[in-house]
């Protein structure tokens, strides 16, 4: 049987006390009588022990926690017993009744519920809840009139440390209409100010943060959490005064496969029978996949394309490996393992990002590739930029070559191909004097040989970066590692339709990572920014390509 | 005038000892029916108390007080002729059954199946799906009894056209009460009877009401009344049909004036009409305070009762003793008590045979199915090449054109090109050629050859005896067909409109669709009922419905429904080789539709839907005429729109192949029915019904497979109008469909 240890009275006067130390950990044997915390009260440090034998099934106090009397610290249980999530709220929902404190937040952040509101902050508790910090309070900017949207400090009148009383005059608050006094709702001690004179902010944001007493424990991320919460959706209804939530612990990720980009659909997900059905063979969670425009239900084939997508949560391919096994390294694999520890031994790194702008891009190379009886890959067109960007910044072709720096002879562009056998680079020799469909020929040729393992010496040599994709993947982002030998390599990520803000417009646009890893032996952090900057804009102007 | 109405209770009645001398009767033939008469008295007795006490379920019209007509009409006929019965038919039963007793015991077990079957237990006669209204043993010469009252009329008159058609020389006797003369059905059967000059005999048991009604006159100041002549008789003279009255209280009457009209209807294959005169001792049924006659009325014809009658009768004539008169009375008692222990002790009827015996179960060679689907998908591909050759040839005539084309076809395919009206003809011919058993009866279908021209020829070749043109009659032309398919022909009965089908209905379910399992399994119906529908003449709402989903809404029925000249011969002449009665639709704009057909003998099985066109974005379900629109809007749906429509013709509409349709939406994900019927409660949400619950063999079932939800079009909901724009308004058509679609595509 679930049984609940509760913070004992531990001197005649004691009404709280705070967790110093926490001596037991879940799934501890506790006998009756071993110490299971250190507790601080106004008057001394005291160990609190077992009243029962059991187990640890959950661990309600955190360490500086500051909890009243009789509030639950701790479960324990039978060896094997299955605590309920439902027997620790209902704790808790109990231990705030009982100690008139904040009141439990809800599970998740519930729109209707804006005083709830969880912030970002330390003290951790019970998993998959969230309890408020005992006897903080946050002061946010009150709707001094009707249409009182944002307003504007004019004056603070109060520092951190005053104590305050309910009624106080606090800020000076200019709004759209007047000029007004602000007063606070609550008695209490100053702990943190979150404004300044001369912020605009809107309604409910929040101002200041109370304590009850100057040395409740207020921890200074549970600050932070509070001041990038910004305003709340409603005020609470009596009092401007919120009582500050402090999310648990996070639930563990739910075990659903892959990335969880696409937010869940809350309600009820309306879909065909063959929509649902298709979705539970593939492992799809219906509630990830988008409605198309306009329509009323998902069907068959939303869920496919959303499982041919990587973002979705699909069922993984069938493992070929099984845990525990040997796996036999293949000379190809070897090779990149031991280039790879060379080149994080003796080339000294540096890495860029930039986002190119790929919209244009996109349509270019759908009207080339509409009848064109080789279609142009968006690598070939990297590999074109590439070139075109080492032929106006040569260093970034440069090796170490003693006391010198020696420049390539010819703009040579490695391409990472990922094959059955392994990952090989070979090269597109000559990259800038070839066209781009010429690249987009060699190229198809080079993953055709590499695939069926027909590379020859000449193809793998030299070299001066390496162009790497993973944007097929779904990989946003990515650092790559110099191919030893090159003075850098360029890491492609996948190409994502982003809002963008442009000429006081917010757009759609299709933007795509760029992660250069550079030889600081070679180039500096200026040139290749410039070599970057130039292949990112040579990309974003289709009309170098047409 | 032509006919004779002769009151045999003006003549003396010959003494039976007079009659034995003459070698007509035994003394011991006359004591056996006294027997009989007890037994029928004391069986009724029984089922009274029985009702009180509540285990005998249902209703139950007693027979007692009428014995004599039952046992005096039966002893009057021979084993092989057959009887028709009513819902009072306790006695009728009761007298037949022991008429075909070998013996003691199985005299006794005729009883017991009696007793068993009023109770609903396994052992009754009809296994219990009977009861009271629907006693009968149908394997030993009789044709059922019905519960519609005058319902049982036009099936005597087809048993009776049977027995002509295979010169049996057997007569049917047809029961029925004072009341049924009433309805359309007395009317129209006495009517085609005559006419058709079959042998048969109307009993006519006039006890004087008709529930509470009196036939004529009143005894209750209150009381209304049915008719404004006394005698029936009267009525059998307007149709040219001989009739007598005579004493129903005397059996010894009763057989002798039967027996004259069972001779005059074997000799002369006519029919004649006995009234008898008689009185039921209970109320209509066990509720029936019977407020509606006098005590003196019943006081005065209960001394007349038929026992006593005849009981005085032996004893006045000296041909019984007090003792030998008990010692029947007694026997007869035994026999019924033995009869209700049985029955009290015999088991219910196990429901999970619930739906045994609704249809004669049918299954087709695996060759025939595989042969029908290669024929099928290469008469479309004939029919194609035919209406573009059409197009293309040249030639001085539209016929000299059409004559080139079907050359073509039969060159390159092995097939001819014909019109739906002469598939149906050819089905006909073919199958009247092959069992002489098959016959046609219809209004105009003989000279006229239909109204649609689809039985023109058939007359000439197989003569007015095969090819019988009726009165306008649908309610006798439906009955007459399930009379003689209980007897054992085949006839197709072609009536003009499926609207007519309205007046046809009671004859096509009660009796043509329920007999068999009525009956316990022990009788067929295999009939065909061809009749046309849908719109496209402009003749509005009387001329232009499409029922169908009227009939599949009946256990027992086939409906089938064809669309092309292939699928219209093979079909129908699966229809007249089933033993399970079928529904033949046709629609009237497609008589002249051509289409290819093999050269060879074929049929196409029932049940069996047909993939008209195969397709992977939609399912589209239809049948008939409609499936002619399908096409043409899965062409352009095709060409234009990329959209690429299965097409899936029922054909039989019931039993429904929903397993070829559920295995196609598996497939498209998408269903749409296009019917021309009303859709409410119709044949579209049908479809889709069964699609949803289709059970496949993963586990899921069809409602899992949609992808969207199923639409339905069908007739608009109004009477069909006679405008053409509104006609075809009120139906889908090849513009509809496209749009349907294409919305059920794009959600
Ligand atoms: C078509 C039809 N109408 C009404 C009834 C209800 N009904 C059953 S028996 C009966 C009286 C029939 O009278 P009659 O034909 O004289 O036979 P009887 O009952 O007198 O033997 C009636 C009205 C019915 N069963 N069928
Ligand atoms: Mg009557």
Known sequence: MAKDIRMPKLGQTMEEGTVVTCLVKIGDAVKKGDILFEVETDKATMEVDSPAEGFVKAIIAEVGQTLPVHAPILVLGDKDEVVPQSFIDSLLGGAAAAASTAPVAAPTPAPVQPATQPVAASAPTVSGSAVSLAGVKVLRLQKLGQTMEEGTVVNVLIKTGDSIKKGDVIFEIETDKATMEMDSPNDGVVRAILVESGQTLPVHSPMVILTDKADTPLPQSAIDAIRSSGAVAEAPKATATTPVPVPATPAPAPQVKAAESVPLTTGKVFATPRAKMVAQDLGIDIRRVPLAPGAARLTEADIRKAGQQPTTATVPPQPTLSLGQKVTINRLQRIVGEKMLQSKREIPCFYLNIRADMTELVKLREKLNKNASVKISFNDFIIKAVAMGLRHYPIMTGQLAGDHIQLADSIDIGLAISTPQGLVAPIVRDAFNKSLVEIATYCQGLIDRARSEKLTLDDLSGGCITVSNLGGFGIDSFIPIVVPGQCSILGIGRISDTCVPMDGNILIRKLMNLNLSVDHKVANGADAAQFLDFVKKTLEHAGNFA | ?747
């Open chain 2, 1 to 747: 005038m032509s006919f004779k109405i002769e009151d045999m209770r003006k003549k003396a009645v010959p003494k039976i000892g007079a009659l034995i001398k003459k070698g007509a009767l035994t003394a011991d033939q006359v004591k056996d029916w006294l027997r009989t008469m007890w037994e029928i008295r004391y069986f009724e007795d029984r089922v009274y108390d029985l009702l009180g006490q509540n285990i005998i379920k249902g209703a139950s019209h007693l027979y007692a007080g009428q014995e004599a007509v039952a046992v005096g009409s039966i002893a009057a006929i021979e084993i092989g002729d057959v009887i028709g019965s009513t819902h009072r038919g306790h006695g009728h039963c009761g007298a037949i059954g022991n008429k075909y007793a070998q013996d003691e015991k199985a005299r006794q077990d005729h009883w017991n199946r009696m007793m068993a079957e009023l109770m609903g237990k396994q052992t009754g006669y009809c296994n219990g799906r009977g009861g009271s209204m629907h006693i009968a043993d149908v394997k030993n010469g009789c044709l059922g009894s019905t519960g519609i009252v005058g319902g049982n009329i036009p099936t005597a008159v087809g048993a009776a056209l049977a027995e002509k058609h295979k010169k049996t020389g057997k007569v049917v006797l047809s029961f029925f009460g004072d009341g049924s003369t009433n309805t359309g059905s007395f009317h129209e059967s006495m009517n085609m009877a005559s006419v058709m000059k079959v042998p048969m005999i109307a009993i006519v048991e006039n006890n004087l009401y008709g529930m509470s009604v009196p036939f004529y006159g009143r005894s209750i100041e209150s009381a209304g009344c049915a008719a404004n002549i006394e005698n029936i008789a009267e009525r059998a003279a307007a149709y040219g049909i001989p009739a007598k009255i005579v004493d129903g209280m005397d059996v010894i009457s009763v057989y002798l004036a039967v027996k004259e009209a069972v001779e005059f209807a074997r000799e002369k294959c006519q029919m004649s009409m006995v009234e008898t005169k008689c009185y039921r001792w209970y109320g209509h049924s066990r509720s029936d305070a019977r407020e509606y006659r006098s005590k003196e009325e019943e006081k005065m014809w209960k001394e007349r009762d038929p026992i006593t009658v005849l009981s005085r009768k032996l004893k006045e004539e000296e041909l019984a003793t007090d003792e030998e008169l008990e010692a029947i009375r007694v026997q007869a008692l035994k026999t019924i008590d033995t009869a209700t222990d049985f029955a009290t002790n015999s088991p219910w009827p196990d429901p999970k045979d619930l739906a045994k015996d609704v249809y004669v179960e049918e299954s087709y060679p695996a060759e025939v199915v595989a042969k029908d689907k290669e024929y099928s998908s290469k008469a479309m591909k004939a029919t194609e090449t035919f209406e573009k050759l059409m197009k293309t040839l040249e030639g001085k005539t539209k016929k000299e054109i059409s004559e080139k084309a079907r050359a073509a076809i039969k060159a390159d395919f092995g097939m001819d090109v014909i019109a739906i009206k002469d598939a149906l003809i050819a089905a006909q011919a073919e199958e009247m050629r092959r069992d002489p058993n098959v016959i046609i009866e219809g209004e105009d279908v003989g000279i006229y050859g239909g109204a649609y021209s689809a039985t023109k020829g058939l007359l000439a070749e197989f003569g007015k005896d095969r090819v019988i043109d009726t009165a306008i009659s649908e309610a006798a032309i439906t009955g007459c067909a399930v009379g003689a398919a209980i007897r054992g022909i085949r006839p197709i009965a072609e009536i003009m409109y499926v609207d007519f089908i309205t007046i046809s209905m009671d004859q096509l379910m009660h009796n043509g669709a329920f007999n068999r399992y009525m009956f316990g399994g022990h009788a067929k119906v295999p009939m065909v009922l061809r009749t046309e529908g849908g719109v496209g003449r402009c003749i509005a709402a009387h001329h232009s419905k499409s029922l169908e989903p009227w009939l599949v809404n009946v256990p027992g029925l086939y409906v089938v429904m064809p669309s092309t000249p292939y699928d219209a011969k093979g079909l129908l002449k699966a229809a007249i080789r089933s033993d399970n009665p079928v529904v033949y639709i046709e629609h009237k704009a497609t008589y002249g539709q051509m289409g290819a057909l093999p050269l060879d003998e074929y049929i196409i099985p029932l049940g069996f839907a047909d993939i008209k066109r195969p397709g992977k974005d939609v399912t589209i379900v239809s049948y008939s005429r409609q499936i002619m629109f399908c096409l043409a809007a899965a062409k352009e749906l095709a060409d234009k729109h990329g959209i690429d429509c299965e097409v899936i013709d029922l054909r039989t509409l019931k039993p429904m192949d929903a397993k070829t349709v559920a295995e196609s939406v598996r497939k498209t994900g998408r269903l749409m029915t296009v019917c021309e019927s009303f859709c409410m409660a119709g044949m579209g949400p049908e479809i889709v019904r069964r699609v949803i619950e289709y059970p496949f063999e993963n586990g899921r079932t069809g409602f899992d497979y949609l992808d969207a939800a199923p639409v339905n079009l069908a007739a608009a909901d109004v009477p069909p109008p006679m405008s053409e724009p509104l006609e075809n308004a009120s139906i889908p058509t090849p513009d509809k469909i496209v749009a349907a679609v294409q919305k059920l595509v794009r959600k």
